[in-house]
């Protein structure tokens, strides 16, 4: 009798798990349970503590495309290679010729897009040379073949003006190969693999930020972090995305003409009045040393206001920006908001892609420095570390309901004299120069030299 029943508990736990296993199915064919995939992202696992922890940077996007079998090309250019994924598996990959220059304003588009365009021959506006086989992917850039004079004559550089370059039997096969819509993943360089001492830490200090992210831009370390993935108003830190997406899709040397209604009534800037023009470079400079919302609406009324804003929210994602949103180009919007994580991946872009937008932060002159009519001297520069020999660039910003909003960059020096460029990210500071000069004080304490 003993024995029966012993059998009766186990049939019924037996019968418990397979009623169990076919509601659970039952749940997901219904959608009401979503059915977890089989890759999965240990990276993220790591970002629920605060830190120290890694962040991603595109190896992620590239294994989820793979993941979902997806038709792509991958355009290394630290590899300097070009790619094509079919169903999730490599095809076949081609050298590139010549990619942009980023120490100039001709650094290739990173990021995640998709083919816009193709074109057996284009032609470029900006360089004045045809680029046959031209598949369109963002802005101004395009993969394509050898480019060449409308005399014919060939375009010799070693670099091109952002453009990715291919021989023309390549860029054949790539164009051939390319659907409109497929996804073109454009990676800068990978993470690189640094790795920093572990060892028993001096207490962070106290700062007002309500939130804040420490990181090494170069190798996605994070050593400390504070609400880094919840929401916050980042006030003129959106300049910097303005100032991206005017470089990248305008040429610089374009003039506008000013206009009363592009004058917003907060804020006015000494020179930029109705009825003068400037090009595009020229407004550069206020529009990052000085923050100037003028600047902002005017270089955004080049190509219009609502596809400005279109094109800064288009960007955010494609950089990995997944919970930032711009509603208006100078940050004096309320609804401009993110976080202290997408804030580290807008610092590395700029920094490895459109660097002299740090150089003009800085107060100083970057590319096309001839058409510049503004006296630099004369701007109030409102990036406060401008005199710290570490400050690579950055940008500042305030409005009441935000309170003072940070990026700044910093080249430090390890105890091994090993140099990495770090970012501190603010949002919700009292005070940012304090609080900054906190964290700067412990990471030299830490992990840098004094």
Not at 104 to 128: C, D, H, M, P
Not at 412 to 439: A, M, P
Request: proline residues 4%; neutral net charge; aromatic residues 14%.
């Amino acid at each position: 009798m003993k024995r029966l029943k012993i059998l009766i508990k186990i049939f019924l736990v037996f019968l418990f798990f397979i009623i169990g296993a076919f509601s659970f199915n039952f749940l997901i064919e219904q959608k009401f349970i979503i059915k977890m995939p089989k890759f999965i992202d240990f990276s993220l696992i790591k970002m629920r503590k605060e830190a120290p922890f890694f962040l991603y940077f595109f190896e992620k996007t590239k294994k989820q495309l793979i993941f979902e079998e997806k038709d792509f090309l991958e355009v290394n250019i630290s590899e300097m290679k070009v790619k094509v994924f079919k169903k999730g598996i490599l095809n076949k990959e081609v050298p590139i010729l010549a990619k942009g220059d980023p120490q100039g304003w001709g650094g290739t588009a990173v990021g995640l897009y998709k083919a816009n365009s193709k074109t057996r021959i284009a032609f470029s506006v900006v360089s004045e040379v045809y680029m046959p086989y031209a598949i369109g992917f963002y802005g101004k850039y395009y993969i394509h073949g050898e480019p060449y004079y409308p005399g014919g004559t060939p375009l010799v550089s070693s670099v091109s003006g952002g453009c990715i370059r291919l021989s023309n039997k390549d860029a054949k096969e790539i164009f051939n190969s390319t659907e409109i819509g497929m996804a073109i993943l454009v990676i800068d360089k990978e993470k690189d693999d640094f790795e920093y001492p572990e060892k028993k830490l001096t207490r962070f200090p106290n700062v007002s930020a309500e939130s804040y992210l420490v990181g090494d831009l170069d190798s996605g370390f994070i050593f400390a972090a504070k609400d880094y993935k919840k929401e916050f108003q980042i006030a003129s830190i959106s300049k910097l995305m303005t100032a991206i997406v005017v470089t990248e899709n305008i040429d610089l040397v374009k003039y506008i003409l000013v206009k009363e209604e592009m004058l917003e009534p907060y804020g006015s800037t000494k020179g930029l009045e109705a009825g003068e023009m400037f090009r595009l470079i020229e407004l550069l400079y206020p529009l990052l040393i000085e923050s100037s919302n003028d600047a902002a609406e005017i270089m955004s009324f080049y190509l219009g206001k609502e596809k400005t804003i279109k094109l800064m929210n288009e960007k955010a994602k494609a950089i990995l920006m997944e919970q930032t949103e711009f509603s208006d180009p100078s940050g004096f919007d309320q609804n401009n908001v993110s976080n202290a994580k997408d804030l580290f991946y807008l610092a590395r872009y700029i920094l490895n892609n459109r660097p002299p937008i740090l150089e003009i932060t800085k107060g100083k002159k970057a590319g096309y420095s001839s058409e510049i009519s503004f006296d630099i001297e004369n701007l109030w520069n409102k990036n406060i570390f401008i005199n710290d020999p570490t400050f690579i660039g950055g940008k500042t910003g305030f409005i009441k309901t935000s309170k003072e909003t940070a990026l700044f960059m910093f080249r430090l020096t390890t105890k091994e004299s090993i140099e990495r460029n770090i970012v501190i990210c603010l949002l919700g500071s009292d005070n940012e120069e304090f609080d900054t000069q906190k964290i700067y004080i412990w990471l030299q304490k830490n992990y840098f030299k004094e």
